[in-house]
């Protein structure tokens, strides 16, 4: 079974600065960590592997040359294989762009041992879209499960998967054939520690690097700022909240006299909330 991992670095979301003109994330000088929702994927490939021996997993990323932090990162907790598409041809990608890069990089994997599973996180913490892998899996024509949160099942001679799947509601037990994407949720598992064997192969590793060419782009103009038909108009961090929280004290710590007291103080504040809300009802 042949796994790929789809990984990006991000800058930490603390100290994001945003170009005043172009209105993109500026990532000189600002600290760089794997998007915390990409490693419950990684964590889920790494866990099938132990699974199923001779299982081969395949960390891929798109981004600048120091995204390789990030790749030999995924070596270090157990990963077989990473490569890093790099080109100043795909700077500037938003998420249709980007999906096509990474779609055609998947691709070109394929020719030398085909993909049963592609995982990628829900989202990312810079862009927080959650397009690229539904993205990834329309270009490859291939079938998607998102918001998965555990993985029940896998057989490989049926080439079947059984995952739950969550919704608003409620949990959703959903089987597919193989191939399929699948976008993994937060908290659905913990992150292995590396050992230090994979520590010091991940420093010796010979990390695969691939430009346009490489990773078999066939329309230029579909990556980059040229293929990116998303435009941002403006970038502002939230008006901070003046109105402080109130600390409302309770005589007795029974739910049923703390609720009586919040809804007499709500009614309060509001003496008309009362009369609508029986309106409605």
């Given at each position: ?61 798109m981004g600048p040359p120091q ?110 054939r193989l191939p399929v994407l ?100």
């Amino acid at each position: 079974m042949h796994i790929v991992v789809c990984i990006k670095q991000v800058p930490d979301s603390a100290q994001i600065r945003v170009h005043p003109v172009t209105n993109t994330i500026m990532r000189q000088g600002v600290p760089a960590i794997v998007n915390p929702y990409d490693l419950y994927s990684l964590e889920e490939a790494l866990r099938l592997k132990d699974q199923f021996p001779g299982s081969r997993v395949t960390v891929l990323s798109m981004g600048p040359p120091q995204a390789e932090t990030a790749l030999r990162k995924a070596i270090s907790f157990g990963a077989d294989e990473a490569i890093l598409v790099t080109d100043r041809a795909f700077a500037g990608s938003d998420t249709l762009a980007t999906s096509y890069a990474l779609a055609s990089a998947i691709r070109q994997i394929q020719q030398d041992m085909p993909v049963d599973l592609v995982f990628a996180g829900k989202q990312t913490i810079d862009g927080d879209t959650a397009q690229v892998g539904p993205g990834i899996a329309k270009r490859l024509d291939m079938r998607l499960l998102t918001y998965v949160s555990r993985v029940d099942s896998l057989d490989l001679e049926r080439r079947e998967i059984v995952v739950q799947r969550r919704s608003e509601g409620g949990v959703q037990v959903l089987k597919s054939r193989l191939p399929v994407l699948i976008t993994m949720l937060e908290g659905t598992n913990e992150m292995r520690f590396a050992t230090m064997p994979n520590m010091f192969r991940a420093a010796r590793y010979p990390l695969k690097v691939w430009d346009k060419d490489a990773a078999g782009i066939e329309d230029v103009s579909k990556t980059g700022l040229k293929g990116s038909p998303t435009i941002v108009s403006k970038v502002f961090a939230p008006t901070p909240k003046t109105v402080k929280a109130e600390i409302i004290d309770t005589e007795s710590n029974n739910p049923k006299d703390i609720a009586v007291t919040l809804l007499a103080k709500l009614f309060t504040r509001h003496p008309n909330l009362q009369a609508e809300i029986g309106k409605r009802s």
